[in-house]
């Protein structure tokens, strides 16, 4: 294994201690996988997710592309602890690749939420604030980075909980029986995808105001 010298802030991951997690970089690593081809794979993975979501709320058979959705998230994520392990085993890890990851990380987030707006029982609408709050958070994490503190990768509603909501909106959706399926008072079509999207909101708000508040807390006890 190389010596690195430098290693990024990484989100708190329990399954980066798999023995799966860490037999699959291994894997990865040893055939020469670039962390930024992970990176993208889970782009791609990604506008697939929000294509299928989408692609629900129009199809007469929404359950196929419920759970393919389902998957393609599945493999987002994987990509996502993945590209950082490999990286990291590798001695690749750099600031480039953490732009490299950041970048597609947004559009992935754009293209599930806005796909979930269209998908079955979503509300377009909620789908567009749901991927603006979903930025916020990101922006004020960012912001408290420049400001010099550590990346705050605290939720309620962080990227892991925000996509866990999606794919267990998209899994009720697609096999809870009608009778159990709920509907939005005054919003024909709208259901749990829309519910989903709507506590989606709100959590990035409480998200986006703990990380100001951390943020606020360091700066206050910041020696001058």
């Known amino acids: 294994m190389k010596t690195i010298t430098y290693i990024p802030d990484r989100r708190p991951l329990g399954a980066r201690n798999w023995n799966a997690s860490q037999i699959a970089a291994a894997w990865l690593a040893a055939r020469g996988a670039a962390p930024n081809?992970?990176?993208m794979t889970g782009l791609v993975a990604s506008l697939g997710a929000g294509a299928a979501l989408a692609a629900s709320g129009v199809s007469d058979r929404p359950v196929l592309w419920l759970v393919a959705a389902c998957l393609l998230i599945l493999v987002r994520g994987m990509c996502n602890m993945l590209d950082g392990m490999v990286?990291?085993?590798?001695?690749?890890?750099?600031?480039?690749g953490e732009l490299f990851n950041e970048v597609p990380d947004r559009i992935s987030?754009?293209?599930?939420?806005?796909?979930?707006?269209?998908?079955?029982?979503?509300?377009?609408?909620?789908?567009y604030v749901?991927?603006?709050?979903?930025?916020?958070?990101?922006?004020?994490?960012i912001q408290g980075c420049a400001l010099g503190t550590k990346a705050d990768f605290g939720g309620p509603m962080a990227k892991t909980h925000r996509m866990l909501v999606v794919v267990a909106a998209a899994l009720y959706t697609a096999?809870?029986?009608?009778?159990?399926?709920p509907a939005v008072a005054g919003l024909p079509g709208a259901g749990v995808m829309a519910i989903a999207l709507a506590v989606i909101i709100v959590g990035c708000a409480v998200t986006s105001l703990r990380r100001l508040r951390r943020i606020a807390n360091y700066l206050t006890e910041k020696p001058r």
């Open 175 to 181: 096999f809870a029986p009608a009778a159990w399926q």
């Open 37 to 39: 081809a992970i990176s």
């Open 87 to 96: 990286a990291v085993t590798t001695g690749k890890a750099s600031r480039g």
């Open 130 to 141: 749901a991927a603006l709050a979903a930025a916020f958070t990101v922006y004020v994490r």
């Open 109 to 127: 987030d754009l293209a599930t939420l806005v796909g979930a707006g269209y998908a079955c029982g979503g509300i377009p609408e909620l789908g």
